[in-house]
């Protein structure tokens, strides 16, 4: 069983910064490429930013050059860096994990191809 514990979320003005962290725990597979995913309400829950075991990055456009998702594979962590929030960053972001293949395989943008998932932080931006 794994188990996938978020942190960090929190009410921040536009322009602003946060930090979420996510640590993963229990049976996780090895080479397994964790993720962040975002819903707003009356949303679907969408893609934010994904790395996989070597350590590729990968985001949503509308992030780009404001976030920065990080991993440590020794400690089954993974972080995303939130810079420069704007009013549509507002949403529950969830972190998830799961094995795609080899060490290097590129993570799917698709949250039903994700196997586990933490309950979620909550993330409000004034204006």
């Known amino acids: 069983q794994v188990r996938l514990v978020e942190s960090g979320g929190g009410l921040v003005q536009a322009g602003g910064s946060l930090r979420l962290s996510c640590a993963a725990s229990?049976?996780?597979?090895?080479?397994?490429?964790m993720g962040w995913f975002r819903q707003a309400p009356d949303k679907e829950r969408e893609f934010v930013a994904a790395?996989?075991?070597?350590?590729?990055?990968y985001y949503r456009d509308s992030v780009k050059g404001r976030f920065t998702i990080s991993r440590d594979n020794a400690k089954n962590t993974v972080d995303l860096q939130m810079d420069n929030l704007e009013s549509e960053d507002a949403a529950v972001y969830y972190c998830?994990?799961?094995?795609?293949?080899?060490?290097?395989?590129?993570?799917?943008?698709?949250?039903?191809?994700?196997?586990?998932w933490g309950q979620g932080t909550q993330v409000t931006v004034s204006s």
């Open positions: 998830a994990l799961n094995r795609f293949g080899s060490m290097r395989a590129t993570p799917s943008r698709n949250p039903e191809a994700w196997r586990h």
């Open positions: 229990g049976r996780a597979d090895s080479a397994s490429a």
């Open positions: 790395i996989n075991w070597a350590g590729t990055t």
